[in-house]
């Protein structure tokens, strides 16, 4: 499945045509060996010769998205999702719509579309880079979730735990509940309501 949305060039603020694919293919998933993981090891590499402690290396560069993406694929607990743009993959994000369930004392127990992991690409990270590509690549993949979440008719429910250094980033969105911090991950629970995923989306 694929959907035409709309990112924002940093530099022009001009939007660009991008897609969000559902599942991620082997092929684009490939994209991310070839294109990311250089990146990334080049930039690990410099930070470690300039002795910056690895507690503030950014934490999600240790994924390897290839070996997660083979590992979920055709299993029906999972599904992943996406985006591309002229062909180069900006952002990846992987789901789990079986195995967890709704913490929200309004929603315990209900079904819900849980986000495991996501990342954007190191051309669009200001923490990797002092000219950043595109804008908006994150925050299209969590109002993604939220679009899945109905669309599997979970309602919008969607829950993710938030690393450290990207909690900022998902308090900016209005229809995410700072549940509080899990005791067994030490990281703190974000979830939406049907009520709020609705709003969200159609703001």
Not at 42 to 70: C, F, G, H, M, T
Not at 80 to 102: F, R
Not at 106 to 135: F, H
Request: aromatic letters at 10%; a negative charge.
């Amino acid at each position: 499945m694929k959907d035409v949305i709309y990112l924002r060039d940093a530099q022009t603020e001009a939007e660009v045509e991008a897609e969000i694919v559902t599942p991620v293919s082997e092929e684009a998933a490939l994209e991310w060996t070839k294109t990311w993981k250089p990146k990334i090891a080049a930039y690990l590499s410099d930070l470690q010769k300039r002795k910056i402690p690895v507690a503030e290396w950014p934490q999600d560069l240790n994924w390897n998205w290839e070996e997660i993406l083979r590992k979920t694929r055709g299993m029906l607990a999972y599904d992943s999702m996406g985006i591309l743009s002229d062909g180069i993959l900006e952002g990846l994000m992987a789901l789990n719509t079986t195995t967890k369930k709704c913490q929200l004392e309004s929603q315990k127990g209900n079904d819900i579309v849980y986000i495991e992991l996501l990342s954007t690409a190191p051309w669009n990270r200001k923490d990797m880079t002092d000219e950043v590509k595109l804008r908006g690549v994150g925050s299209i993949l969590v109002a993604a979730a939220t679009k899945y979440s109905f669309e599997v008719e979970f309602k919008g429910r969607i829950g993710l735990h938030a690393l450290p250094q990207s909690e900022a980033f998902y308090r900016k969105f209005p229809h995410l509940t700072e549940v509080g911090v899990d005791p067994d991950k030490k990281m703190i629970y974000f979830e939406s309501t049907p009520e709020e995923a609705k709003k969200f989306l159609h703001q």
